[in-house]
């Protein structure tokens, strides 16, 4: 009984959150831009967007912080929201759409120096502390009990089992010899984006900010990895690329196995990314779409809506529990992938016969 | 701006705050952790070690007290085996000792009863003789007138040579 309560909690709490997601994208006529929301929320934001009722709208402002031909400018997004501000606006449409724009002495639109907190910045920020807290707490933990005490209960046990997992079952297996060197960046990978995708599953403040499934973020991460795979490679490994052991005509005047394994190198942290940012970010587009599916049968009638909402609740329930599965699964593959390529990199020549 | 083109100012704070994340846990998360994992595990393997080798000795120990305990017994059985012997042979000693005193003195009492014996025998001898001798100088120098005087004078020399010679 306990759980069908829960369960109908966790509809309710979807529904109401779902609705409130749909009323800042509803149009006047009623009609809902689905676009808009979906991408509304993937996309990066000047300022975060909680609810909508009625009218009034709960936003937290962020700093904006530009350098523009002006200089710098430092001010809240709030300023934003009734147009332009100390030359600055937010672009509609066009190559910019959405991000702060000025106009050039031709009046074109162009982007200045941007680092503003945005809704993105702020999650990753919260998402680093929440992280940082939670590891450090454990290590603190450590200090605080010898080791003749014995293991750690609860949740400095459960992160312990995660991290031995981690290091045992992946870094371990995949890097071989050598392996503590990496041991720290791929746990800090691991844990990083583990939290980051759960946080984005919160469907409220402070979770619910798409900041792993975001090209910028994985690609950082897959830059790290590409440094880690390639700063401490042995020689073995550099002549399989530039030298591969294939037939000389394949590599002799036109290099074209060299070239191949070259593009190599970049293609291994490009699929990182590319995995990471789009599984990620589907995930959320797809939790959204169906809770869309709501709105956009009302004006159809209530039989169809109550239909299509009952079914629309149980897809995002389904969605939403896959992706706690993804979740995890991603920071998983991209630690393991990140393992995998480095462990490539620290070959051996094969003692010839 | 498409959804593949990385936001520059996104990208900036993605490595400032990634770079600061990964330095605190790389320097005080992880390792630390790891490193206690690691040190737990040594422990145990510590202490198994050290509790088989405890058992081990406990084991030897066992065996020691109960060769200790048999060696105990077997000397207690001999002390007691060369106590009774000792008892034994005191008593015999002693009995065959009291039997030699008593056979001694025995002989001893019989030789100064012997002794004694024969002085008392020549003493009477010599008394005897001396009183025959005494009697029988009286008897010569006195002329004896009949039987009766005879008879008399005899006792009465008799009595005077007993209480002279006492």
Known sequence: MKKVRYIWTLVLLMVFTSGFASAGASHEDGEVDVNELVFGHINDAYSWHIVSIGDAHITIPLPVIVKSSTGWHVFS???????????????????????????????????????????????LMINSAILVWIVLGCARWYKKHPVENGAP????????????MVYNDVIKACIGPDYQRYAPYLLTAFFFILVNNLMGLIPFFPGGANVTGNIAITLVLALVTFFFTNAFATKEYWKEVFWPEVPVWLKAPIPMMPVIEFFGLFTKPFALMIRLFANIMAGHAAILSLLAIIFITVKIGPLINGTMTFVSVAFGVFMTALEVLVAFIQAYVFTMLSAVFIGLSRVKEEKKE | MGLLTPDPGLLFWMVVVFGIVFFLLAKFG???????????KAYIDNS?????????????????????LAQAREEQAKILKSATETRDRIIREAQEKARLEGDRLMDEMKKQIETEKESAIRDIRRQVALLSVGVAEKVIRTKLADDKEQTELISRLVDEMVESSK
């Open chain 1, 153 to 164: 209960k609860g949740g400095v046990g459960m992160i312990e089992s995660v991290v031995l």
């Open chain 2, 48 to 68: 198994l070690k050290a509790a088989r080798e405890a058992n081990a000795q406990l084991a030897n120990v066992k065996a020691e007290g109960e060769k200790i």
């Open chain 1, 77 to 123: 997004s709030e300023k934003l929201e009734e147009g332009e501000y100390e030359g600055l606006y937010i672009s509609e449409g066009g190559a910019y759409d959405g991000k702060i724009v000025e106009r050039n002495a031709a009046g074109e639109e162009v982007r200045p120096l941007d680092i503003s907190i945005t809704k993105n910045v702020l999650a």
């Open chain 2, 30 to 40: 992880f390792p630390v952790i790891i490193k206690m994992v690691d040190d737990r």
